[in-house]
């Protein structure tokens, strides 16, 4: 669907530039060389700005990104908010691999929150990736997982705020669906957001699996290629410090904003801002 989309708006400059060109050799045959000599040199089209995949993280969904799409399809840039499905770190990532392999040019990936974890793993080997951006999300080395990260720092609240909901999976496995308590997802997750808002998102989270938060990362694509890192100051479950040890272990780009963990709905400038910087180095 991306791939058909993304090539019938490629033709469209292509034609005009073969329309204008046949113009102006038919002015330069009616006029003469002098009046050809004035036509003005045809202009190249631009190259296609590359599609942006957003790839949300635990305790959200998709709507999470709205501010950020808003702001990107204004800026004139094709947007996929992907619905991970927040199993596991090699199966989520695995749903995004696939999605971003049915889209025709470049592709800056972007993570929030375990979304970095899966993007991460997913972008390995996906030769369309140009750049990744990570907001308030995890990095993770090969071998590390959400859950040893989140307890390599002081900061985090998430251990004392989760709400474990037993599940059977289809193999007949057992695990556990992880929430956010309700009457702790404002101050926990979305301080900075109304809360109005935030009572909202936490009635709307998705949960994590307990063994997909703690399953390890393969090896990460942030080792490869350019990676961009916006740091929430006020974020209270990937605590400050912690995204930045990560960040400067992937040599990333580094922008702080004074936000919570929910910086794509309470600072959505922001994060839009870090995506087309990493954006405009594609080429």
Do not use: C
């Not at 990260?149 to 989760?162: D, H, R, T, Y």
């Amino acid at each position: 669907m991306y791939r058909h989309s993304r090539l019938r708006r490629a033709r469209t400059p292509l034609t005009l530039m073969a329309t204008a060109t046949v113009a102006a050799g038919a002015f330069a045959v009616s006029t003469g060389p002098a009046s050809a000599a004035k036509t003005p040199p045809v202009q190249e089209s631009k190259q296609p700005k590359p599609t942006v995949v957003l790839v949300h993280g635990a305790f959200a969904d998709s709507s999470s990104w709205n501010g950020v799409v808003k702001r990107l399809k204004q800026d004139g840039y094709p947007v996929v908010a992907a619905a991970n499905p927040l199993r596991g770190v090699s199966t989520d990532a695995a749903s995004v691999k696939h999605l971003v392999a049915s889209i025709d040019g470049p592709v800056v990936l972007v993570g929030h929150s375990y979304g970095g974890a899966v993007i991460s793993n997913a972008a390995h080997g996906s030769d369309n990736v140009k750049a990744l951006v990570y907001a308030d999300a995890f990095l993770p080395d090969k071998g590390e997982s959400a859950n040893d990260l989140a307890g390599k720092f002081e900061g985090s609240v998430i251990g004392k705020v989760l709400r474990p909901v037993p599940i059977t999976n289809p193999d007949g496995s057992k695990d556990v669906d992880l929430y956010i308590d309700q009457s702790q997802f404002h101050k926990a997750f979305a301080a900075d957001v109304p809360a109005r808002t935030a009572g909202l998102m936490a009635v709307a989270q998705r949960p994590g699996t307990g063994s997909g938060l703690g399953e390890p990362s393969g090896e990460p694509a942030w080792k490869t290629i350019p990676s961009w890192v916006l740091v929430g100051t006020n974020d209270k479950i990937i605590p400050r410090e912690l995204q930045l040890f990560m960040a400067k272990r992937a040599n990333a780009h580094i922008q702080e904003v004074r936000s919570s963990h929910a910086v794509t709905v309470s600072r959505p400038d922001a994060v839009t801002r870090i995506i087309e910087k990493a954006a405009r180095t594609v080429r």
